[in-house]
T-cell receptor, first 115, second 110 residues
Framework: GEEVAQTPKHLVRGEGQKAKLYCAPI?????VFWYQQVLKNEFKFLIS????????ETGMPKERFSAKCLPNSPCSLEIQATKLEDSAVYFC?????????????FGPGTRLTVT | GQQVMQIPQYQHVQEGEDFTTYCNSS?????IQWYKQRPGGHPVFLIQ?????EVKKQKRLTFQFGEAKKNSSLHITATQTTDVGTYFC??????????FGTGTRLLVSP
Protein backbone atom coordinates (compact mmCIF):
# COMPACT_ATOMS: atom_id res chain seq x y z
CA GLY A 1 0.00 0.00 0.00
CA GLU A 2 0.94 3.65 -0.25
CA GLU A 3 0.41 4.41 3.42
CA VAL A 4 1.84 2.99 6.59
CA ALA A 5 -0.94 1.17 8.42
CA GLN A 6 -1.04 0.72 12.18
CA THR A 7 -3.44 -1.29 14.31
CA PRO A 8 -5.13 -0.94 16.63
CA LYS A 9 -5.88 2.76 16.74
CA HIS A 10 -6.41 2.69 20.50
CA LEU A 11 -5.39 0.12 23.09
CA VAL A 12 -6.23 0.13 26.79
CA ARG A 13 -4.38 -2.21 29.14
CA GLY A 14 -4.30 -2.63 32.87
CA GLU A 15 -0.91 -2.28 34.50
CA GLY A 16 0.97 -5.56 34.16
CA GLN A 17 -0.91 -6.73 31.08
CA LYS A 18 0.65 -7.35 27.67
CA ALA A 19 0.21 -4.98 24.72
CA LYS A 20 0.89 -5.79 21.08
CA LEU A 21 0.93 -3.21 18.31
CA TYR A 22 1.11 -3.84 14.58
CA CYS A 23 2.54 -1.96 11.62
CA ALA A 24 2.38 -2.61 7.88
CA PRO A 25 5.03 -0.49 6.13
CA ILE A 26 4.66 0.89 2.63
CA UNK A 27 5.28 -1.84 0.06
CA UNK A 28 8.83 -1.70 -1.19
CA UNK A 29 10.21 0.16 1.82
CA UNK A 30 13.16 -1.60 3.42
CA UNK A 31 13.35 0.25 6.73
CA VAL A 32 10.84 0.25 9.56
CA PHE A 33 11.12 2.46 12.63
CA TRP A 34 9.20 2.55 15.91
CA TYR A 35 8.89 5.74 17.97
CA GLN A 36 7.18 6.54 21.24
CA GLN A 37 5.58 9.97 21.65
CA VAL A 38 4.53 10.97 25.13
CA LEU A 39 2.37 13.90 26.18
CA LYS A 40 5.23 16.40 26.02
CA ASN A 41 5.30 15.68 22.28
CA GLU A 42 8.87 14.45 22.31
CA PHE A 43 9.67 11.48 20.09
CA LYS A 44 11.73 8.68 21.50
CA PHE A 45 13.33 6.32 19.00
CA LEU A 46 12.81 2.70 19.99
CA ILE A 47 14.04 0.38 17.26
CA SER A 48 14.59 0.11 13.52
CA UNK A 49 14.61 -2.78 11.08
CA UNK A 50 16.18 -3.28 7.70
CA UNK A 51 13.80 -5.78 6.15
CA UNK A 52 13.43 -8.47 8.84
CA UNK A 53 16.72 -7.72 10.57
CA UNK A 54 17.11 -5.49 13.59
CA UNK A 55 19.15 -2.49 12.44
CA UNK A 56 19.31 -0.36 15.56
CA GLU A 57 17.76 -1.21 18.92
CA THR A 58 19.54 1.33 21.09
CA GLY A 59 16.27 2.91 22.22
CA MET A 60 14.50 -0.25 23.34
CA PRO A 61 13.88 -0.92 27.04
CA LYS A 62 14.83 -4.54 26.48
CA GLU A 63 13.48 -6.02 29.68
CA ARG A 64 9.86 -5.48 28.63
CA PHE A 65 9.84 -4.39 24.98
CA SER A 66 10.37 -6.60 21.96
CA ALA A 67 9.77 -6.14 18.24
CA LYS A 68 9.76 -8.22 15.09
CA CYS A 69 9.45 -7.75 11.35
CA LEU A 70 8.90 -11.14 9.75
CA PRO A 71 8.52 -11.73 6.00
CA ASN A 72 4.95 -11.48 4.72
CA SER A 73 3.62 -10.35 8.10
CA PRO A 74 3.00 -6.97 9.70
CA CYS A 75 5.78 -5.77 11.98
CA SER A 76 4.94 -5.87 15.67
CA LEU A 77 5.94 -4.16 18.89
CA GLU A 78 5.13 -5.99 22.08
CA ILE A 79 5.25 -4.71 25.63
CA GLN A 80 5.21 -7.32 28.37
CA ALA A 81 3.89 -6.26 31.77
CA THR A 82 2.92 -2.71 30.84
CA LYS A 83 3.58 0.14 33.24
CA LEU A 84 1.77 3.47 33.62
CA GLU A 85 4.69 5.29 32.01
CA ASP A 86 4.22 3.24 28.82
CA SER A 87 1.10 5.30 28.09
CA ALA A 88 1.93 7.11 24.86
CA VAL A 89 1.27 7.17 21.13
CA TYR A 90 3.46 4.66 19.31
CA PHE A 91 4.29 5.57 15.74
CA CYS A 92 5.66 3.29 13.10
CA UNK A 93 7.44 4.76 10.08
CA UNK A 94 8.98 3.29 6.97
CA UNK A 95 11.49 4.52 4.42
CA UNK A 96 13.09 3.39 1.21
CA UNK A 97 16.61 2.09 0.97
CA UNK A 98 19.12 3.99 -1.07
CA UNK A 99 22.03 6.30 -0.73
CA UNK A 100 21.85 8.40 2.39
CA UNK A 101 18.96 8.82 4.76
CA UNK A 102 15.54 9.00 3.14
CA UNK A 103 12.39 10.64 4.41
CA UNK A 104 10.27 8.61 6.77
CA UNK A 105 6.58 7.99 6.20
CA PHE A 106 4.64 7.72 9.42
CA GLY A 107 1.57 5.72 10.22
CA PRO A 108 -1.40 7.18 12.13
CA GLY A 109 -0.11 5.79 15.42
CA THR A 110 -1.50 3.57 18.16
CA ARG A 111 -2.55 5.30 21.37
CA LEU A 112 -1.76 3.03 24.32
CA THR A 113 -3.36 3.85 27.64
CA VAL A 114 -2.19 1.89 30.67
CA THR A 115 -4.54 2.14 33.65
CA GLY B 1 23.89 11.04 23.72
CA GLN B 2 22.96 13.31 20.87
CA GLN B 3 20.42 15.98 21.70
CA VAL B 4 18.42 18.21 19.40
CA MET B 5 16.72 21.23 20.95
CA GLN B 6 14.20 23.56 19.39
CA ILE B 7 13.10 27.03 20.38
CA PRO B 8 10.63 28.36 21.03
CA GLN B 9 8.58 25.53 22.55
CA TYR B 10 5.38 27.33 21.62
CA GLN B 11 4.37 30.39 19.60
CA HIS B 12 1.02 32.01 19.07
CA VAL B 13 0.77 34.43 16.14
CA GLN B 14 -1.91 36.36 14.32
CA GLU B 15 -2.64 35.25 10.79
CA GLY B 16 -0.33 37.12 8.43
CA GLU B 17 2.55 37.36 10.89
CA ASP B 18 5.83 35.57 10.29
CA PHE B 19 7.09 32.62 12.35
CA THR B 20 10.52 31.10 12.88
CA THR B 21 11.63 27.99 14.76
CA TYR B 22 15.25 27.23 15.50
CA CYS B 23 16.86 23.83 15.86
CA ASN B 24 20.22 23.15 17.54
CA SER B 25 22.09 19.86 17.70
CA SER B 26 24.74 18.94 20.24
CA UNK B 27 26.67 17.15 17.47
CA UNK B 28 27.46 17.78 13.81
CA UNK B 29 24.81 16.37 11.52
CA UNK B 30 25.01 14.65 8.16
CA UNK B 31 21.66 16.06 7.24
CA ILE B 32 18.51 17.39 8.80
CA GLN B 33 14.86 16.78 8.06
CA TRP B 34 11.78 18.79 8.98
CA TYR B 35 8.38 17.34 9.78
CA LYS B 36 4.98 18.87 10.56
CA GLN B 37 2.50 17.21 12.89
CA ARG B 38 -1.05 18.53 12.98
CA PRO B 39 -2.95 18.21 16.28
CA GLY B 40 -3.98 14.58 16.68
CA GLY B 41 -2.09 13.59 13.55
CA HIS B 42 1.17 12.01 12.57
CA PRO B 43 4.41 13.63 11.42
CA VAL B 44 4.54 14.48 7.74
CA PHE B 45 7.86 14.99 5.99
CA LEU B 46 8.48 18.52 4.72
CA ILE B 47 12.08 18.67 3.51
CA GLN B 48 15.65 17.43 3.89
CA UNK B 49 18.77 19.60 3.96
CA UNK B 50 22.17 18.06 3.31
CA UNK B 51 24.75 20.69 2.43
CA UNK B 52 26.38 23.19 4.76
CA UNK B 53 24.65 26.57 4.42
CA GLU B 54 21.88 25.13 2.27
CA VAL B 55 18.67 27.15 1.88
CA LYS B 56 15.50 25.66 0.43
CA LYS B 57 12.11 27.25 -0.14
CA GLN B 58 8.66 25.73 -0.37
CA LYS B 59 6.14 28.47 -1.12
CA ARG B 60 5.94 30.46 2.16
CA LEU B 61 8.36 28.15 4.00
CA THR B 62 12.14 28.77 4.02
CA PHE B 63 14.51 26.18 5.47
CA GLN B 64 18.13 26.78 6.30
CA PHE B 65 21.00 24.51 7.37
CA GLY B 66 23.82 26.15 9.30
CA GLU B 67 27.37 26.40 8.03
CA ALA B 68 28.63 24.13 10.82
CA LYS B 69 25.78 21.66 10.19
CA LYS B 70 24.72 21.85 13.83
CA ASN B 71 21.72 24.11 13.51
CA SER B 72 18.79 24.76 11.25
CA SER B 73 15.77 27.03 11.00
CA LEU B 74 12.32 27.06 9.48
CA HIS B 75 10.73 30.40 8.65
CA ILE B 76 7.12 30.80 7.59
CA THR B 77 6.16 34.06 5.90
CA ALA B 78 2.64 35.40 6.40
CA THR B 79 1.24 32.52 8.42
CA GLN B 80 -2.16 31.05 7.66
CA THR B 81 -4.48 29.06 9.92
CA THR B 82 -3.53 25.96 7.95
CA ASP B 83 0.02 26.29 9.29
CA VAL B 84 -1.15 25.28 12.78
CA GLY B 85 0.71 22.28 14.15
CA THR B 86 3.98 21.23 15.73
CA TYR B 87 7.13 21.52 13.66
CA PHE B 88 9.93 19.07 14.37
CA CYS B 89 13.45 19.04 13.07
CA UNK B 90 15.14 15.63 12.98
CA UNK B 91 18.87 15.23 12.79
CA UNK B 92 20.85 12.40 11.28
CA UNK B 93 24.49 11.60 12.00
CA UNK B 94 25.09 9.23 9.12
CA UNK B 95 23.09 6.15 9.97
CA UNK B 96 19.47 5.26 9.36
CA UNK B 97 18.36 6.93 12.57
CA UNK B 98 16.73 10.29 13.18
CA UNK B 99 16.98 12.16 16.45
CA PHE B 100 13.91 14.35 16.70
CA GLY B 101 14.02 17.84 18.14
CA THR B 102 11.78 18.89 20.98
CA GLY B 103 9.31 20.53 18.59
CA THR B 104 7.77 23.99 18.27
CA ARG B 105 4.02 24.21 18.55
CA LEU B 106 2.52 26.93 16.36
CA LEU B 107 -0.91 28.36 16.93
CA VAL B 108 -2.32 30.84 14.39
CA SER B 109 -5.31 33.02 15.21
CA PRO B 110 -7.49 34.34 12.38
Amino acid sequence: GEEVAQTPKHLVRGEGQKAKLYCAPIKGHSYVFWYQQVLKNEFKFLISFQNENVFDETGMPKERFSAKCLPNSPCSLEIQATKLEDSAVYFCASSQSGQGVREQYFGPGTRLTVT
Amino acid sequence: GQQVMQIPQYQHVQEGEDFTTYCNSSTTLSNIQWYKQRPGGHPVFLIQLVKSGEVKKQKRLTFQFGEAKKNSSLHITATQTTDVGTYFCAGNTGFQKLVFGTGTRLLVSP
